[in-house]
């Protein structure tokens, strides 16, 4: 153990506050992200039976410039989280990070990537209902944040949400209205609130899968948050004219494109030239099935040979939040495309 991991312990965590409907309040226009968030976090967690509340760990609260509400978040957004953490990790034991969840866990992906080799916890979680209002999840999903916060045997960044711990780079949102709104489709939770305590399950925390020692990457998306990247969902009938709409742009750096059952798209010439054609310009195209559980493998079936041929990678089983989070962090790194498509079918943090 070295001496930073024997100490950090001992350091408080830090909660960063981003936005999300945990923090706003009612506003004529509907719910709006809102502000004084350390005072009402204290107050929420002050409400939490006495002995939850006695049992919370020490915290500082950071507010991340004026919250917002997650669907406004871009890449931009998600470089900028990594960069604070990466700039103020070291002082504390672990991070929490209060985020809205229609896009939490786009933000969770990328956090995955650009803090690669953490070797303590990112915890990100938000609510389904504002701190303050009648039955809100809000003062739970923080204290259980900040529990599995606090155990630095997890070592990655993990998602806290109705109860449950998820790989941050494995989760979506899969409800728009219950508590527990997130799932893991492709890989099991990491945790679970069991009798009250934060129980971290043995055996699926990327600390034993490969070894935490910080090798950040934190390159520059603003290039890329702008449309560089798409995400194109193919549907019977698509016609080569309208995915060359998407892959011709020459502002357009790659895509995911989310594909049929195990791997399959028409047999149709035409279709393929277009994807052979943005390949061949150097664009990174990677493959998704539509199905959200198992992977794809390009090429089991004839008609998933046009993918193999125009240079389409596989995603697998990756969400389409973590695939193309990926393709964004990939692209946003100066490195020649045969190191990007290997990194691409390497899993980095655990995503697949
Ligand atoms: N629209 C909100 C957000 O993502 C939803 C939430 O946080 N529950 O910021």
Redesign the pocket.
């Known amino acids: 153990m070295t001496q930073d991991t024997a100490l950090f312990p001992s350091r408080p965590l830090l909660v960063i506050y981003a936005?999300?409907?945990?923090g706003m309040r009612e506003s004529a226009s509907g719910l709006v992200p809102g502000g004084d968030i350390e005072a009402r976090l204290a107050r929420a967690l002050a409400a939490l039976p006495p002995a939850h509340h006695a049992a919370l760990p020490a915290y500082e609260v950071l507010s991340l410039g004026d919250p917002i509400?997650?669907?406004a978040a871009t890449p931009r957004e998600w470089q900028r989280l990594a960069g604070e953490i990466a700039a103020r990790f070291r002082e504390h034991a672990g991070i929490v990070v209060l985020h809205?969840?229609?896009?939490l866990a786009w933000t969770a992906a990328s956090l995955a990537y650009q803090l690669q080799g953490l070797d303590r916890p990112v915890v990100l979680t938000?609510?389904?209902q504002p701190l303050e209002a009648p039955g809100s999840d809000a003062a739970d999903n923080l204290a259980l944040a900040l529990a599995f916060a606090a155990n630095p045997a997890l070592q990655e960044v993990a998602i806290a949400f109705g109860g449950r711990l998820l790989r941050g780079v494995r989760a979506r949102k899969w409800q728009t209205r219950r508590a527990d709104a997130f799932a893991s489709p492709n890989y099991p939770l990491l945790g679970e609130r069991v009798d009250g305590d934060a129980v971290l399950y043995p055996g699926r925390g990327l600390a034993q899968q490969q070894r935490g020692a910080p090798r950040f990457e934190l390159p520059d998306y603003a290039p890329l948050a702008d449309g560089g990247v798409a995400r194109i969902v193919l549907w019977p009938g698509i016609a080569a004219r309208q995915l060359a709409a998407w892959l011709d742009d020459p502002r357009l750096k790659g895509a995911l494109l989310e594909v049929w059952g195990g791997g399959n798209v028409p047999a149709n010439r035409e279709l393929i030239g277009v994807l052979a054609r943005a390949s061949g310009e150097g664009k990174l195209l990677a493959a998704l099935s539509q199905c959200p559980h198992g992977g794809v493998e390009i090429g089991h079936y004839a008609a998933g040979q046009g993918l193999a041929a125009a240079g389409v990678l596989s995603a697998d089983a990756m969400t389409p939040e973590a695939a193309l989070a990926k393709l964004v962090h990939l692209l946003a790194q100066p490195l020649p495309d045969e190191e990007r498509r290997r990194r691409f079918l390497t899993p980095l943090a655990g995503e697949r």
């Open positions: 936005g999300g409907t945990l509400d997650s669907s809205g969840t229609d896009t938000g609510a389904m």
